[in-house]
């Protein structure tokens, strides 16, 4: 509980609902014709990649312990 309430403090989900956002926009006719504006996306992008993906691997390896503690239960 402790990890899914920081995920929602961190807005995780928020964080990666505009990434995925961002990069339907790498996909739109014109977008690479503004070089500066496509830098910028692109660091956006990687932004917030580098603040989800460590979140949502600890979310995964918690997840896990909490199966495997589980089964030693049985």
Known sequence: QRIEALLVRFDLTGKELEAGSLQQELIAPGFWEDN??????MRRIATLEQT????RQLEQRVNEALEL???MEL
């Open 36 to 41: 500066d504006y496509a830098q910028q996306v």
């Open 52 to 55: 989800i993906k460590p979140w």
């Open 69 to 71: 503690a589980q089964l």
